[in-house]
T-cell receptor
């Protein structure tokens, strides 16, 4: 069964603090992708990153970095020097093939509050 | 340009009304999706269209009727909805849906309120 767990329901930090959002996944597939999306209050889900199961290299994009570890089935997301504009709900998702189509399994989301 | 547009942004309707939600993408994607998202929950898949054909219906009630007039457009026709159908309705698209994993790009959503 495919499953994504985001144990942190809500996190509050003060601007400029670093924050890590946890994501743990379960799958029996050998080929899969992991995603992070950001959902600000406006509602749109904004794509942040995609990682395939064969690429465990960590990735950095500006203040954002991602740590993918297959050994612990985790794909954690760190924001360095957080800003108020980072306040949003962040979803981790696992994608696999079900009935020959691309199905996303979303975690429950982590709401990040960044206070000035 | 990774953009999916949705209209209207907000919609209030009575239980006897008929309304439609619209979604458009110009990225040449061949798969389009409708999701429903309740407050403080992740999106839930409703329908998948692949090459303009309905390929997945996740046991959605018949009061929701999807339509894909062409490869760029996706509609969701609403009729006789219930107050519990109030939610954010998100449209997404991806290059393909069949047999490969693609990034899904989401629109801004339509906030639906059923009175």
């Amino acid at each position: 069964a495919q499953k994504v767990t985001q144990a942190q329901t809500e996190i509050s930090v003060v601007e400029k603090e670093d924050v890590t959002l946890d994501c743990v996944y379960e799958t029996r597939d050998t080929t899969y992708y992991l995603f992070w999306y950001k959902q600000p209050p406006s509602g749109e889900l904004v794509f942040l990153i995609r990682r395939n199961s064969f690429d465990e290299q960590n990735e950095i994009s500006g203040r954002y970095s991602w740590n993918f570890q297959k050994s612990t089935s985790s794909f954690n997301f760190t924001i360095t020097a957080s800003q108020v504009v980072d306040s949003a709900v962040y979803f981790c998702a696992l994608s696999g093939i079900k009935n020959n189509f691309n199905k996303f399994y979303f975690g429950s989301g982590t709401k990040l509050n960044v206070k000035p | 340009d990774t953009e999916v547009t949705q209209t209207p942004k907000h919609l209030v309707m009575g239980m006897t009304n008929k309304k439609s939600l619209k979604c458009e993408q110009h990225m040449g994607h061949r798969a389009m999706y409708w999701y429903k998202q309740k407050a403080k929950k992740p999106p839930e898949l409703m329908f998948v269209y692949s090459y303009e054909k309905l390929s997945i219906n996740e046991s959605v009630p018949s009061r929701f009727s999807p339509e894909c007039p062409n490869s760029s457009l996706l509609n969701l026709h609403l009729h006789a909805l219930q107050p519990e159908d109030s939610a954010l309705y998100l449209c997404a698209s991806s290059q393909d849906s069949g047999g490969r994993i693609d990034t899904q790009y989401f629109g801004p959503g339509t906030r639906l309120t059923v009175l």
